[in-house]
């Protein structure tokens, strides 16, 4: 049976907030079928919560939700769009539960998207104290010089602000092309975009292919799966959240 930090149930709840519910246990008022709790136990969905000897009304568990796209290009990350563009959500007619996009990638970018209904997951991805590696196979034009490899490779400065340290490798090298993998730690918008442009290189073709220990694979443009078990436990511990 799955077990839940009290302090998370009972904001789950709506009975209070999760800071709230954690001065309570502190306070001793929480019982846990008759007994005091301390900050850290957990309970079941099926467990007999109480506050001041009232009953907390625990939630039904939620079913959560974990899905992986190959988003093709011409695609713009929102739920809707008031410019009537075709929208990533278009592709999930066949996934029942309402999931929302993580982070985003830009109309004209494809790759790796990940869809979730648990908010806690995608927001310990998409926070910039986690640091999540994202890399991108990105075609550029003309060519690439030594200069333009180390100012990506060191940072540039993109909206005011100098980016984190990246790692950069050329490839592949034809005339007036070059394709390079990109990895950032960060997730400002239209970042690899910008960063190019930064050293006067202009963007062909942008495809995100991991996040974090996830990759895309041979998945199809515009095919949709769920993370395996095994995918879903290597991201958890990439973001130091808890299984």
């Known amino acids: 049976m799955e077990k839940i930090r009290i302090q998370k149930m009972i904001a789950d709840s709506g009975y209070c ?22 900050l850290g136990d957990k309970c079941g969905y099926k467990d007999l919560l109480t506050i001041d000897g009232e009953r907390v009304v625990l939630p039904r568990k939620r079913s959560f939700v974990y899905l992986m796209m190959n ?13 009537d563009r075709k929208c990533v959500m278009d592709l999930l007619e066949d996934v029942e539960e309402r999931v929302y996009p993580v982070g ?3 109309r004209n ?22 640091h ?3 890399t991108y196979r990105v075609t550029v034009r003309p060519d690439i010089t030594d200069d333009q490899l180390v100012a990506l490779s060191d ?11 990246a790692t950069v490798v050329v490839k592949d090298k034809e005339p007036g092309r070059v394709v390079l993998l990109i990895t950032i730690k960060e997730g400002r918008n239209r970042q690899i975009r910008k960063m190019c442009e ?13 996040i974090g220990p996830l990759k895309l694979g ?3 443009p515009g095919a949709v799966r769920e993370l395996t078990p095994d995918e879903l436990r290597a991201i958890r511990n990439a973001i130091g959240k808890e299984n």
């Open 17 to 38: 907030s999760r800071r709230k519910a954690e001065a309570y246990i502190i306070q001793g008022r929480v019982k846990l079928n008759g007994h005091p709790v301390k």
């Open 104 to 106: 985003r990638l830009d």
């Open 218 to 220: 041979m998945l199809k």
């Open 109 to 130: 970018s494809e790759g790796l998207l990940l869809f979730t209904n648990d908010g806690e997951f995608a927001n310990s991805i998409m926070h910039p104290s986690r």
């Open 132 to 134: 999540v590696s994202k």
């Open 71 to 83: 988003k093709p290009r011409g695609y713009v990350t929102t739920v809707s769009d008031e410019l």
């Open 198 to 210: 930064a050293v006067g290189l202009e963007v062909a073709r942008l495809r995100r292919i991991s």
């Open 155 to 165: 940072g540039v400065v993109i909206d005011g602000k100098k980016t984190l340290p």
